[in-house]
Every structure is written in C-alpha cells, then in structure tokens.
C-alpha cells in the first residue's frame, strides 16, 4: 500500500450551467487500498466520479492513474487504462443474459479484434474460455448462479447491483471504482459482498467506493475521503475521520461543541 | 456442426428447384427472393442490431447498382469486378455518411441518411454523362462465369443463390459473433458499454459499412436480373419493402428476417398482386406489425413462449410436490 498513488485527483472542478457540483475534488487512491467516499447527498460525489472515468470533462484540474494523465480521456479509453466504474442508478444490458453481461464486460480488455471475432480464432476461444470461467467464479461469489441465463432486466435491484460489481470486476482491472454499490441490496447479502470485495483487495485489487451506509464504509476502508459541497473536506483513516469535528458538522448540520 | 444443417438443408433444397423443372416464371420469384432477403437482412443488421434506421440503404442499392453495370459496360471490369467495386465503393460511402450522420443522435443518423438517399437519386437522375439520365443504361450483358453466360433463368438462379447463400452466411456470421452481441449491447446501454472500453462509433460504423456493401451488391444483382440500370433502382418501394419485410418478420431476429424476406416475395406472388396492390398490402402488413406485434413475428413468438414457461414455471412441478 505504498509507493505512488495508483489514482489521484488534483483540483478537479465542474459546474453545471452555473451549479458548482464539484469545486475542488483532490484526493489519492494508494495502490492496493480500499478507499471510501463520503458526503451528503449533492455533495458531488457522482460527478467526481464521472469526471474521473471520462464521463464528465472536469472544467479544471487533473486526473492521473498510475501517473498517466487521463484528464478528459473519454470513458472507454479510461476504462481501457484499467479503470472500471459501475454507476449510481445500475446500468446493465438488460435483454442480455447475466452471464452475457459478465462476458461482454470482458471483451474490450482481452485484446481479440474484430477479424479474431468473426473468425473465431484460437485466441478468441482461450479467452472466452477465460472469461466464461471468471464468469461462473463471480457468480458464485455475489450468490447468482442459478440465474446466470437469466435476462438482466429481470433481476431485482439488488441483484443488479451485485451483477454490476462483478461485471467490473471481470477484467481484473487496475483500478474499480463503486457508486454506492450496496444500496438497494438485501441487508443479509452486505456483510457476504464486504468479504468478497475484502478478498479480492487482499489479491491485490485496489477499490474506490462511494457508499452511503457509513458504518459498511468503516468497516472496509483503510483510507476515507469525506466531501463536501464539492470538495474534499478531509481524508484519513476511518478511526480518524470519524471523530474528525468538521465531519460531524457536514453530516448532521450543526456545529460540533468545542 | 449441427446448427449449419437445417439451413444446409434449405439451401440444397433451393439449389434443386430448377432440376424439378420449375418454370422460368417460378424462377423469376426465386430470384427475387435471393436478392431481397438480402437486402432485408443488411438492413436488419443495421437497425435490427444497431438500433439505427438508415434510409440511405435505398441510395446503397441503387449506386450498387448503377456502380455494377458501370463496371462492366464502362470500367471493362466485368460483372464481377463491377460487383466486387459496389461493395467495396457502398463500405467506403457508409463510413464517410456514418461519421457526420453518427455525430449527434439516432434521430440525426435518420435525416442524414435519408438526404443521401434524396441526393443520390437527383445525381443518378441528372448526371447523364454517368448515368444515362432518366433512360439509365439499358442493355446489361449477362454475367459470365468461366466463359459461360448464366442469362438462363436456371443460372440466374443458382448465381442469385449463391449470392444470397454467401452475403447470409457473413450476415451470419457477424450477427452470431460478439460484435452482434456488442451492437446490442451499445443499443440497449451505450454509456455502459463505453465504461466497459467500447468505442461506439467504430463497431456502428462497421455495422453500417457490411449492410451497405451487401445491399448494394444486391442492387448490383437486381439491375443485371433486369438488365437495366436507370432511375427506378431508386425508387422508394425497394426500400419500403425491405422495411416491411425487417419490421413484420422481427428486427434483430436473424432468421425470421430471411424467412419474411422470402414468404413475402412469394406471397404476393401467389395473389398475383399487381406493384400497387402490392404497396397497399406491404403498408397494411407494416401497420398491423407495428399496432398488433411490435417486435414482428419473431417478437410475437418470443412473447408468447415467454408466457408460457413462467405458466409452467409457477405450476407446482409434480415430482417436489410428490417428495414433499
Ligand atoms: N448533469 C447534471 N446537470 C446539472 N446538475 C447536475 C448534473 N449532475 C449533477 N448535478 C448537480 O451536482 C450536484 C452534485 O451531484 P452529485 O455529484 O450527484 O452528488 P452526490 O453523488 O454526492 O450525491 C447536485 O446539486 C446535482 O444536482
Ligand atoms: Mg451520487
């Protein structure tokens, strides 16, 4: 968890026709660490996620992934970096199968081109053959096997979300970056993604996650960045910040007594 | 293995039908059929796959067309070459209409690609050094193969069969490979897809380059079965009827695409409906498939056998309620 950061923001700035949705978003991600967002609601934590993934031209400031400037890059050159995101209000292929999603999240990393395809080279199948097995070993782990030829579409919300987790997860990818990737999933399942994401942390995946459920938040962080509105208010361990008197304030409005 | 045989199975029975002593008029319809199943299909690849309605798949058949018969009357390149030319000549123009039509939206991909097809049949119109104006280049030789005239309707036949077997089999292909997968996944949830490091614009502009260069080839086709080239290749029925048959037998349905494309060239046949009846009832097709099955049959189909595995899914399944 040392050496330079895998991902850091400096100064990242965006508005909206005049709302400041992110004034000053600065803060670093080290390589092999899972590090938390946190803010109130409008706080800008989304949009600095989308300036960050490509999806969003911050306005200002820069954005670096393992030292490569990606300011403004756009998303799928971003995501080719090592970059994945997966997005506040789920998105997944929803006429795909849940497997299919798995697979074609893939795809775009495993460097087979358009003729490879067509023609189904040998190089295609070892990967697909890699990427069916990754597949049924994610499914596995976030509890969907049964409905892996299922239509995404059908899944419930916290399904979907879970689904989403291990389609950015399928490339191995540098960096993933979570939107809240609990909300919406059955209490009982928490602590069991938790363990999953803890898992592949200690094999070495670093995670960006912002997350509304606090306590999920301190219990999985080693690093914790707090915004608000629109930029980093403070960052550091979770026994830190939580007794950190500014945070207070922001989340619950009042002054902390001195 | 398996999967390729009942098409095999098809296509052998086709290849027999002049051995059976069809009659150059039953011929005739088959020849038809090849060529716009093709059409039909390319444009399924690009709306029924892609999600993008291009209109500029009629200027496609059309310069195709004309691209054809300039190859071998006035190039010296010969049928093939004058073909080969179309596709390659129709790939290249989809790419350099694709790139300002794909610029904004799917509604911007509509106009633009329609006021190619507005333009192109004024050009094939008043271009008449090229073109032959309104009386188009009439006269076509017969497509040679190894020296030997395939003019006969029975040749004809195998040679537009061939054709079709062959633009099917790369539709096919295609359609099956994970770029189909990706063009339906861009359609559903382009955002998502960029996440995961696709770049939009190339995979839409592929699609659209193959659909252009197999339809045109078929417009290359349909004017040496005619042996004529002139304004009329350009005329909207050929695309309204390549609509009807995508829309009716189900857009992003591979083979019920083909199968419409074919019944629908031999049905209205069977009514010996004359061009306009033919119009009314294509329209009366596309507006009841449009009210009554939005996903055309295919669609309808899959609804329905949807519906029935979640009725047998929530019946008790008799052995569990047995055990228990
Ligand atoms: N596309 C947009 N257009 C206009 N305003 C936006 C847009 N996206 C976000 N905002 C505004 O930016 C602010 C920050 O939103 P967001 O980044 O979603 O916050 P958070 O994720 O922390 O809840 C909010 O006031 C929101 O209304
Ligand atoms: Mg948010």
Redesign the interface.
Known sequence: MNGAPLLRLEGVRKSFRGVHAVTDASFAVARGSITGLIGPNGSGKSTTIDCL???QRPDAGRVLLDGQDITGL???LV??AGL??S?QQV??????SLR?NL???A???DGVG?LG??L?SPALRRAELAAAERAWLLLDQIGLTRLAESPAGALSYGQKKLAALA?ALM?RPRLVVLDEPMAGVNPSRIVEVEAILRRLNAAGETFLIVEHNVDCIMRLCHEVVVFEQGRTLTSGPPAMVRDDPRVLEAYLGVPAAA | MLRHLPPLLALLAAALLPALGASPYVLGIGITACIFTVGAASLNLIYGYAGLLSFAHLAFWGIGGYCTALGAVSLGIGFWGGLALAGLLNAALAVLVGIPALRLNRHSFVIVTLSFSLLTALVARDWVAVTGGPLGIPGLPAPELFGLSLRSPPRFYWLALAFAALSLALLR??TT???G??L??LR??E??????????TPYKL?AFAISAALCGMAGGMQVFYMQVVDPLILDFYYFQTFLVMMIVGGAGHFWAVVIAGIVMTVLPELLRATAELRMVIYGALLLFAMVAMPGGVAGALESWRDARRRATAERPDPVTAAAS
């Open positions: 993934s490509g999806f756009p998303a799928h995501a080719r994945r995101r997005f998105r997944l292929f929803d006429a795909l299919d697979m074609q999240a795809q775009a990393a358009w395809a067509v189904r389609a490339p | 292909a295609v490979s994970r770029i997968r990706t339906k996944a559903q949830n955002p998502l897809a960029q996440a995961q490091g696709i770049a939009p592929l």
